[in-house]
């Protein structure tokens, strides 16, 4: 195992599969919060996950407080909630006891450096609710250098999961994609608690499709966008094109009848796409489409379960598509990153 795996477990028998994690979390090492490491593993565990990121503000993880939580089918990546002047963002993955600075805002141009630093150790720097409603926390920084966006924030300042910081940092990622997607340079979208007190573990949460259940293989998932975001463990969302009128089949490749998945590129050869989006766990959910021409589609879930819903586009007309899923208050129960139509 590299540096980046602490502890230094693998999960047992599963291998590649969707892994649930809040990557977002505080103890009463933090300011602000409430629970110790015990306390945070044992409810992450409740919660259904299957790891959770440490992210102190201003220090570094203290391995002697966290390894001996982390078991076969539990991870803990290190990491620390970078404080600056003019915004927060998250370093994921960091070494035990490293630390990254954050005394500092954006006129000091210090913040790519540190970024290098997280880089180096082939870690995830991942932009924080970056239009939190408080002091330091907008997000001022280019996101040119980061890797991820944290689109979803949890109640921690709130008493609402889905607040009206997260609907503008969801549409201004939605925004972005469009030009992003063509230079093959997007951002995937996270979510993420940042617990500090009782009852917020895991609400929202980024559901990661990695080859294991380690460090390496988790940011790898985040990093590519094989992943999508939950309000709970019960949400569960399938989502995936197809070229229509060919066999079946698995993968990325260029042939008719190929199937992509969240976070994959589809090669379309022109041909008509169908999108499926199957919903369990959200009770009257409505799915919403969205592609590089803004929301496109949304249709009522059906009762069956999974309920499924279809639409039908091309690449001409889509570069990519995602997919929200909303209760009938409108508010986000989950929402994906896109499939990139070629």
């Known amino acids: 195992m590299t540096s980046l795996s602490f502890p230094p477990v693998r999960a047992v028998g599963r291998g590649a599969a969707w892994y649930r994690g809040d990557s977002h979390v505080h103890s009463v090492r933090s300011d602000g919060g409430e629970l110790t490491p015990e306390e945070l593993a044992l409810r992450a565990r409740a919660a259904g996950l299957d790891f959770i990121a440490t992210t102190e503000h201003k220090a570094a993880a203290e391995p002697g407080a966290w390894g001996q939580l982390a078991t076969d089918d539990f991870l803990i990546v290190l990491g620390q909630e970078v404080t600056t002047r003019t915004g927060h963002w998250l370093a994921l993955g960091l070494r035990p006891g490293q630390a990254v600075d954050w005394d500092y805002g954006v006129e000091d141009g210090l913040v790519d450096r540190c970024l290098d630093q997280v880089h180096r150790e082939r870690g995830l720097c991942v932009v924080a609710h970056p239009h939190a409603p408080y002091p330091t926390g907008g997000f001022m920084y280019s996101f040119e250098g980061f890797d991820v966006v944290e689109v979803w924030n949890g109640s921690w300042t709130s008493d609402q999961p889905w607040q009206a910081d997260n609907e503008v940092a969801l549409a201004a990622w939605g925004r972005s994609l469009a030009a992003d997607v063509r230079t093959g340079s997007w951002r995937p979208a996270m979510g993420n608690s940042d617990t500090h ?3 917020q573990i895991g609400t929202p949460h980024t559901v990661v499709f990695a080859e294991e259940l380690s460090t390496e293989a988790i940011l790898a998932g985040i990093r590519s966008g094989r992943s999508w975001i939950a309000e709970s463990a019960a949400v569960r969302v399938s989502f995936t094109a197809r070229v229509e009128g060919g066999v079946d089949g698995v993968g990325t490749g260029a ?3 190929v199937e992509a998945g969240v976070g994959e590129r589809l090669a379309t050869r022109g041909g008509r796409v169908e999108v499926r989006v199957a919903v369990q766990g959200v009770p009257a ?15 009522a879930v059906p009762g069956d379960e999974p309920g499924l819903v279809r639409w039908h586009t091309t690449a001409e007309d889509s570069a990519f598509v995602r997919v929200e899923v909303h209760h009938p208050d409108g508010t986000v129960a989950a929402l994906t990153n896109p499939i990139i139509l070629s």
């Open 255 to 257: 042939e008719a009848g």
């Open 197 to 199: 007190w009782e009852g």
């Open 285 to 299: 959910a409505t799915v919403s489409f969205h592609t590089d021409r803004e929301r496109v589609h949304r249709a």
